[in-house]
Nanobody, 120 residues
Framework: QVQLVESGGGLVQAGGSLRLSCAASGPPYAMAWFRQAPGKERGFVAGIWWRNGREYYADSVKGRFTISRDNAKNTVDLQMNNLKPEDTAVYYC????????????????WGQGTQVTVSS
Protein backbone atom coordinates (compact mmCIF):
# COMPACT_ATOMS: atom_id res chain seq x y z
CA GLN A 1 0.00 0.00 0.00
CA VAL A 2 1.38 3.38 -1.03
CA GLN A 3 0.34 6.50 0.83
CA LEU A 4 0.14 9.86 -0.94
CA VAL A 5 0.01 13.06 1.07
CA GLU A 6 -0.77 16.30 -0.72
CA SER A 7 -0.16 19.86 0.38
CA GLY A 8 -0.66 23.29 -1.11
CA GLY A 9 -3.72 24.61 -2.83
CA GLY A 10 -5.98 27.39 -1.66
CA LEU A 11 -7.61 30.53 -2.98
CA VAL A 12 -5.86 32.83 -5.43
CA GLN A 13 -6.84 35.58 -7.83
CA ALA A 14 -6.69 35.08 -11.56
CA GLY A 15 -3.14 35.51 -12.80
CA GLY A 16 -1.69 34.33 -9.54
CA SER A 17 0.37 31.26 -8.69
CA LEU A 18 0.12 28.25 -6.43
CA ARG A 19 2.34 25.25 -5.80
CA LEU A 20 1.06 21.78 -4.97
CA SER A 21 3.22 19.07 -3.45
CA CYS A 22 2.70 15.36 -3.03
CA ALA A 23 4.80 12.96 -0.98
CA ALA A 24 4.67 9.24 -1.75
CA SER A 25 5.62 6.50 0.70
CA GLY A 26 7.32 4.53 -2.07
CA PRO A 27 8.97 5.17 -5.46
CA PRO A 28 6.69 5.01 -8.50
CA TYR A 29 7.23 4.36 -12.16
CA ALA A 30 5.35 7.57 -12.86
CA MET A 31 3.25 10.13 -11.04
CA ALA A 32 0.66 12.55 -12.27
CA TRP A 33 -1.79 15.23 -11.25
CA PHE A 34 -5.45 15.12 -12.15
CA ARG A 35 -8.22 17.56 -11.36
CA GLN A 36 -11.95 17.43 -11.00
CA ALA A 37 -14.32 20.36 -11.07
CA PRO A 38 -17.92 20.10 -9.82
CA GLY A 39 -20.07 18.21 -12.30
CA LYS A 40 -17.11 17.25 -14.47
CA GLU A 41 -15.05 14.12 -14.91
CA ARG A 42 -11.60 13.81 -13.43
CA GLY A 43 -9.09 14.98 -16.04
CA PHE A 44 -5.35 14.64 -16.60
CA VAL A 45 -3.28 17.74 -15.84
CA ALA A 46 0.38 16.71 -15.92
CA GLY A 47 2.54 13.63 -15.49
CA ILE A 48 6.18 12.75 -15.08
CA TRP A 49 8.24 9.59 -15.62
CA TRP A 50 10.26 8.90 -12.51
CA ARG A 51 13.41 7.52 -14.15
CA ASN A 52 14.10 10.17 -16.78
CA GLY A 53 11.89 13.03 -15.64
CA ARG A 54 10.05 13.33 -18.95
CA GLU A 55 7.01 15.53 -18.54
CA TYR A 56 3.57 15.52 -20.13
CA TYR A 57 0.88 18.19 -19.93
CA ALA A 58 -2.71 18.69 -20.88
CA ASP A 59 -3.05 21.30 -23.62
CA SER A 60 -5.04 23.53 -21.30
CA VAL A 61 -2.11 23.98 -18.90
CA LYS A 62 0.91 23.92 -21.22
CA GLY A 63 3.14 26.91 -20.67
CA ARG A 64 1.51 27.71 -17.34
CA PHE A 65 2.03 24.62 -15.17
CA THR A 66 5.26 22.78 -14.45
CA ILE A 67 5.56 19.34 -12.90
CA SER A 68 8.76 18.31 -11.16
CA ARG A 69 9.99 15.47 -8.98
CA ASP A 70 12.51 14.75 -6.26
CA ASN A 71 13.59 11.14 -6.59
CA ALA A 72 15.34 11.06 -3.23
CA LYS A 73 12.24 12.22 -1.37
CA ASN A 74 9.61 10.57 -3.61
CA THR A 75 7.84 13.88 -4.02
CA VAL A 76 6.18 15.49 -7.00
CA ASP A 77 5.29 19.16 -7.26
CA LEU A 78 3.00 21.09 -9.54
CA GLN A 79 3.86 24.76 -10.00
CA MET A 80 0.83 26.58 -11.35
CA ASN A 81 1.30 30.05 -12.80
CA ASN A 82 -1.05 32.47 -14.52
CA LEU A 83 -4.01 30.69 -12.98
CA LYS A 84 -7.43 31.11 -14.53
CA PRO A 85 -10.92 30.68 -13.05
CA GLU A 86 -11.34 27.56 -15.17
CA ASP A 87 -8.45 25.97 -13.25
CA THR A 88 -10.69 25.83 -10.18
CA ALA A 89 -10.99 22.19 -9.13
CA VAL A 90 -9.93 19.59 -6.62
CA TYR A 91 -6.43 18.46 -7.59
CA TYR A 92 -5.35 14.89 -7.02
CA CYS A 93 -1.90 13.33 -6.96
CA UNK A 94 -1.61 9.82 -8.41
CA UNK A 95 0.95 7.01 -8.45
CA UNK A 96 1.53 4.29 -11.02
CA UNK A 97 3.70 1.20 -10.69
CA UNK A 98 4.42 0.57 -14.37
CA UNK A 99 3.38 3.32 -16.78
CA UNK A 100 1.81 6.72 -17.20
CA UNK A 101 -1.54 7.35 -18.81
CA UNK A 102 -4.14 10.07 -19.00
CA UNK A 103 -6.82 7.57 -17.98
CA UNK A 104 -7.53 7.99 -14.27
CA UNK A 105 -8.89 4.45 -14.03
CA UNK A 106 -5.42 2.99 -14.60
CA UNK A 107 -3.71 4.52 -11.58
CA UNK A 108 -2.90 2.49 -8.50
CA UNK A 109 -3.06 5.05 -5.70
CA TRP A 110 -4.54 8.50 -5.14
CA GLY A 111 -4.02 11.35 -2.74
CA GLN A 112 -6.87 12.83 -0.75
CA GLY A 113 -7.22 15.83 -3.05
CA THR A 114 -6.61 19.51 -2.46
CA GLN A 115 -8.88 22.37 -3.44
CA VAL A 116 -7.65 25.07 -5.80
CA THR A 117 -9.96 28.05 -6.26
CA VAL A 118 -9.18 30.84 -8.69
CA SER A 119 -11.27 33.98 -8.41
CA SER A 120 -11.84 36.32 -11.32
Amino acid sequence: QVQLVESGGGLVQAGGSLRLSCAASGPPYAMAWFRQAPGKERGFVAGIWWRNGREYYADSVKGRFTISRDNAKNTVDLQMNNLKPEDTAVYYCTWHRSTMTSNPNHYDYWGQGTQVTVSS
